[in-house]
């Protein structure tokens, strides 16, 4: 049985990806503080949006307290609505999806490409053509990049604006990636980051809005904040959301970008132990990472082969626990959710789903920017304890 998260209980214990403060970012707080700027609006909040917008290189973000709730406005001011349908990729987490139904719209899932595991330009291209055939434009595609790492995003938007369907960058994972030389979830009509507990820095929880677009983005503010009308009473017209980031929570937000790059810089390290100890196994493979950009490594995931390997992820990934070590599948599909039972799905190659074979073979390790190289040892060695001893055949055969 899996057991969850226990924090009474949790000495000695490894996590996939806990967060890990900086040294700054408690003086914001204490700045909140002492000027009694607690609730959600304040200075820390107008600051990490534009620090954090100036960093990624967009013209205006919107601090938000979540990425499902930045996902859910911007799929909003896409206009998406009851009886519609959102392209969106199947292997990541259900929030990409969630804000498609909030929204009364159903979710068409898109498989991945073996290059980046991300959307995959085939599959995609179908699903747009059997959608023009019948008539049946999706609102938006919903392009996730996963586990730190863009997808291949210059082919996909060409596709995209050839039927004139906006994107949504789910950059939830990819906060400090770069596509081309630009920064991850910009390159879409808007961007979604998540400052979840997991993700690559955190405020404990919280998400932004990024787009160029700073009309929409000021609709989205407007949104966030119960669709108040400046009037001195309390005016509305809207149904709006209590979606805002607290002044308080911005200001871990501050002190976290700052140490972004060094988050980059460790977790890109952790990826390269992983790889030169276990990549040359029989068996044993990695995310590849893209030529066309940068990818962060916020998770190290590797993939496990039972034929070759004579293990299996499933296996490692009971040992590991054993050992009180947190690793998991890589994400099931949604596709393959029961919440999404139904909705339709297109691989990337008409007989192969590589998400499915992903989800098999994929183990997502500890890859939190504070774990210490003793500690990755004890993963490892526990991985290694997995192999069974190889056993030689001899040339007639029949000994094994
Ligand atoms: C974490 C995550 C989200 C949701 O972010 P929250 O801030 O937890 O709401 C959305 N999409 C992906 C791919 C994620 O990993």
Known sequence: MYRSWDPLSNHNRIYLSPPHMGTEEQAYIAEAFDTNWITTLGPNVQHFESELSAMVGSKGAVAL???????HLALQLLDVGPGDTVFCSSLTFVASANPIRYLGAEPVFIDSE???WN?????LQRAFRDAFIQNKMPKAVVIVNLYGQSADLEPLCALCDLYGVPIVEDAAESLGATYQGKASGTIGRFGIFSFNGNKIITTSGGGMLVSDDTAALERARFLSAQAREPAI????????YNYRLSNILAGVGRGQLKVLDERIRSKRAIFERYHTELSTLPGFGFMPEAEYGKATRWLSVMTVDQVQAGTTADEIIQRLHENNIEARPVWKPLHLQPLFAGCAYYPHESESSLSEQLFRQGICLPSGSSLKEEEQRRVMDCILSCLRPVRMVSGGGGSY
């Open 233 to 240: 009473h309390y005016q509305h017209h809207e149904t709006g």
């Open 114 to 116: 073996p290059a980046s």
């Open 119 to 123: 959307m995959s330009y085939h599959a």
């Open 65 to 71: 307290s979540s990425g499902t709730a930045a996902l």
